[in-house]
Every structure is written in structure tokens, then in C-alpha cells.
């Protein structure tokens, strides 16, 4: 690989100008300098992104639009929950046993929290579906107001926890396969970009999560006789930014489906043909912060999410140096090592096993994904935006333009 180049902005010093005053110049002169610097600027924009200065350079460069990537983003997401090392929470097993639909209240826990309670009969010796959850949703949640209500609790469940690992593995396969392709050796190469603006940076953003106890899972084991949230915590919340050479930042979050902003993208056309899951999913969660979603009069983004910090992947030189040096999916210990230290410094918590493992398993799937759809131009057959629902409790509105979280509760 060649090194990453193009992520800052470097002064440029230039000479005081010794030209002679302009009413002195003739017309074709003021046209040439006109263009040169309009021709200079250009340079700077394309070396800015990394990209060549001389045309088969530049024609070897593909560009890849960031409001069609989403509909990858949302499906490289789901495959990692998809994959098999990924540890399923112990309610999917078992029999759930109440009524734990859209609309009954929150029960508050002193110790624990208040939330949605879901009971599970965890007390058969062998798990009941044995260790795989089941196809037929009322054999595992009998009180289901229907079967699309049962399917979407399972998937804000299954699509639950681990986000940092599976985000910083997504960011970094994208710095490896998009952002480090090799093309002095005649390959073509690919950059993002958004609304004709280049992606200069990229990586996670951390803060709070809006989250209202009705939006929120709390789970009771009928075996351990103990209550416990579901494994993710809102005022830890994680997501993708994106940020463009106009300064225009779009962010994408798959965690938010969990507490019930169920924005999703249907996913049938970015599913490469050689996935290694046996499992094609029909949507994925995609909360897409772009634009127009700021800009919609009847939404306040700043409610849904306060950040408190970020890091960006793509200017980080240790994780560059990491990427030039490494094959992602055999990545040395010491150079993994480079990683974890990366997200422990971010989240200032230690990463346990079971995130390193995943880190390491989906950094070598997500890498393999791309390079394959890369080589392949797949993404010349995408849509131009792939097709986007709300997941809807029942009784709530269908609108965009009227976005509910949870219950029929408008931002």
C-alpha cells in the first residue's frame, strides 16, 4: 500500500507580488492570471484529497457518492451483527412471557434503571430453540401483538452493544480499501464524496443518545432471578461522521435502532454476491443525519444527540502507519495492539476480550467486502439513494416529515 496522503491543510507561503498595477495589464493578461489561479486552486482542492495532479492520474480516480455508500455503511453494519462470533443476548434463546408491547409503561428498578421490562423463561437446562433463535416469532414471544412487532424487538436486540469495535472496524476498512488503494501502479482508485464535495475526514463521534424510558429494553431472568438493561448505554453512544471539503458534516448511526429511532434502508442491492453469511437481511438501520434532515423545520437533530467528542480515523498517522504496513486480515499482534489502544484512549475504557476479537474479525471481513465490490464496480448498479422506511411501532405515523421516536411522540 501507499501511504495516506492529502488529510491536512498546509500553509502556503507565497512571494509578494512584483506584478505591475492592474490598469497597466491588458485585457488578455487578466484573463490568463485569471485562470491560472482558478487552475492553481483546483491543484490545491485535489491534492488537499489526495488525488493526482496530472490527468491519468485523475482519470483513474473513481468517486464513489456518499448518499448511495449509505445503503453499504447500513449493510456493513448488519453483517457484523450477522456474523458468527458475534455473541447474541440471551433473550433471543428463551421464551419471553409477558406482555412487553408497544404502549405498556416503563417499570423503574431502583439499582437498575426504568425501562420496558421483558421477562424471559431462561430456566430449561437447554436453551429451548438450541442456540439459534427461532424463525417463528410467536414460539418466542407468544403475546406479540403481531409477528412484525415480535421481529422488531428482535432486532432492536440482536443490532445491540459492541458498537465501538464494529464502527471502528467499518471506519478503518474504509481508511484500507477507499483512502490507501494503490494507483501509481496503474489501478484505479476511489474517494468519497458528498453532494459533489470531497470527504476530507472521517471517524467516531461519542456523546449522549436521546433515550426515553419507553424506549428503552430492561430484561428479567427467570433463571438468575436478576434485572439488568439491555448491554448498551445511551450516554455512551457512538456514530460515524463524515465531514466535506465545504465543511458539511453528515453522521451515520446504526445504534440508535435499539432505543427505537428506527430508521432503516432496504439492502437487497449492496448485498455483494459472495457474502459470507447465509443470512441476507431485507433492511438495515441507518439513522442518516444529512442535509436535509437538518435542515427540516420540524426536527431538532441537537435533541436526538449531544456530542462530546470525536476522533477521526482517517488523519490518525498511527492508524495510517498500521494500515500501509499490515494485510487487515492478518493483522500482527502489534499492530492490533495499536488499535485497541486507539478506542481505549477514546472511550477511556478498557476494551474487553470479546472486542478485540470482533475488531479483529470484522476489520479482515469489511476489508475482504470491499476490496471485492471495489474490484467488481458493483457500485456502479447502486441507486442513487437506496430506498429508506421508518420501522414503525403500531399506531405511529408512516411520514418521514413526522418522525416519531418510540410511541406516537413527535420530536
Known amino acids: 500500500m501507499v501511504p495516506v496522503v492529502g488529510f491536512t491543510y498546509p500553509w502556503i507561503k507565497q512571494k509578494p507580488s512584483i506584478a505591475p498595477p492592474a490598469a497597466k495589464l491588458s485585457a488578455r493578461f487578466v484573463s490568463a492570471q485569471r485562470a491560472m489561479s482558478k487552475y492553481t486552486a483546483q491543484r490545491l482542492v485535489r491534492k488537499q484529497i489526495g488525488e493526482g495532479t496530472n490527468r491519468t492520474a485523475a482519470r483513474k480516480t473513481e468517486i464513489l457518492e456518499l448518499d448511495s455508500f449509505r445503503g453499504y455503511l447500513a449493510w456493513m453494519y448488519e453483517s457484523s451483527y450477522n456474523h458468527p462470533e458475534m455473541p ?59 409477528d412484525d412487532v415480535a421481529r422488531k424487538l428482535r432486532r432492536r436486540i440482536r443490532w445491540s452493544g459492541y458498537v465501538l469495535p464494529v464502527l471502528t472496524a467499518m471506519a478503518c476498512a474504509l481508511m484500507s480499501k477507499i483512502y490507501s ?56 453512544h457512538y456514530r460515524l461522521y463524515f465531514t466535506t471539503l465545504k465543511g458539511e458534516e453528515i453522521y451515520f448511526d446504526g445504534g440508535a435502532y435499539t432505543f427505537n429511532l428506527a430508521r432503516v434502508v432496504f439492502v437487497d442491492a449492496y448485498i455483494p454476491p459472495n457474502a459470507p453469511h447465509p443470512i441476507s437481511p431485507e433492511m438495515a438501520p441507518c439513522h442518516w443525519e444529512e442535509r436535509e434532515f437538518r435542515t427540516n423545520k420540524m426536527l431538532d437533530p441537537d435533541s436526538l444527540f449531544h456530542e462530546r467528542t470525536r476522533v477521526s480515523v482517517l488523519r490518525s498517522e498511527k492508524l495510517q502507519r498500521v494500515i500501509e504496513r499490515s494485510d487487515p486480515q492478518h493483522v500482527a499482534d502489534a499492530d492490533l495492539a495499536v488499535f485497541f489502544t486507539f478506542m481505549e484512549e477514546f472511550s477511556r475504557k478498557k476494551l474487553d476480550v470479546r472486542d478485540k476479537i470482533l475488531f479483529d474479525i470484522l476489520l479482515g471481513q469489511h476489508c475482504k467486502n470491499l476490496e471485492g ?18 420501522d414503525l411501532d403500531p399506531y405511529s405515523t408512516s411520514a418521514l416529515n413526522d418522525l416519531t421516536w418510540g410511541r406516537d411522540r413527535n420530536i
Open 181 to 236: 488503494s494503490p494507483w501509481s501502479s496503474g489501478g484505479r482508485r476511489f474517494r468519497l464524496q458528498y453532494r459533489s464535495s470531497p470527504i476530507t475526514d472521517f471517524g467516531i463521534s461519542l456523546g449522549s443518545a436521546k433515550a426515553v424510558a419507553e424506549d428503552r429494553l430492561m430484561f428479567y431472568s427467570m433463571k438468575n432471578k436478576r434485572f439488568a438493561m439491555l448491554p448498551q448505554d445511551p450516554d455512551q
Open 88 to 146: 447474541f443476548h440471551y433473550s433471543l434463546f428463551d421464551k419471553i412471557i409477558n406482555n412487553c408491547n408497544p404502549g405498556i409503561p416503563p417499570i423503574h428498578v431502583p439499582g437498575v434503571g426504568e425501562a420496558r421490562l421483558v421477562v424471559v423463561d431462561d430456566r430449561p437446562l437447554v436453551s429451548l430453540f438450541n442456540d439459534a433463535p427461532p424463525n417463528h416469532m410467536r414460539d418466542w414471544w407468544p403475546m406479540a401483538q403481531s
Open 373 to 390: 465490490m471495489l474490484e467488481k464496480a458493483l457500485y456502479r448498479d447502486w441507486p442513487a439513494r437506496p430506498p429508506e422506511d421508518i
